[in-house]
């Protein structure tokens, strides 16, 4: 049964963990991850192995660490986004405004983004684990599409798995082409765009 002196340690230990989780950021952002090392890892850090050990098994252990932390970030951004009493425009310039903001919190998710999927690209066991993850992401939007279908928000003959894969790709995307072409592709910008082209798509009707 836990005490109140166990508080202090559980928090130290979450707190190790977390530095232990921005320090492998920093380093995969500007190293990539095959040329990354704990080494480099700990000593940005400030801890020893024994640290990075209590906490991940291997540097593959701390790589989806890291994915899912973010991922499950874009999840709840868009899940708390969503109001199904709301009209289709303001839920989609709603959750793109969320998950584009995460950006400004976490600037080096495009440069990882990036690095997470050129190492799945060279490795079968990580590319199909990748892929799970992607089908929970799948999954939580096709659920939110089905609700607004039954809403009346959306198309009546809307493929939603066609839709949850579009629009996957759509924030990934241009968070990707945000940190390749800066000057071009500034996500602030793209809010209102998107939105318009979207929820024309989603809806099936034109704007005025």
Known sequence: MATLKDAPRRRKRQETRARLLEAATSVLARS?????TLDEIVREAGFSKGAFYFHFESKDDLFWAMLEERISRQQEAFRR??????????????????????LGEDPLWG??????????????????????????????????????????????DADLDLMATVLIATVEGSIIQSHLTPEAVRLEEMVEPLT????????????P
């Open 81 to 102: 986004a969503v109001d199904y009493s709301k009209s289709m425009d303001e839920n989609v310039r709603t959750i793109l405004s969320a998950v584009f903001g995460l």
């Open 111 to 156: 440069p990882l983004l990036m690095e997470f999927h050129a190492y799945a690209a060279r490795n079968e066991k990580v590319r199909r684990r990748l892929g799970t993850v992607y089908e929970g992401w799948r999954q939580l939007t096709v659920d939110i599409l089905s609700a607004s279908l039954k809403a009346g928000r959306i198309r009546r």
């Open 196 to 207: 318009r082209t979207l929820t024309e798509w989603l809806t099936g009707e034109t704007g």
């Open 32 to 36: 990539g991850f095959e040329r990354a």
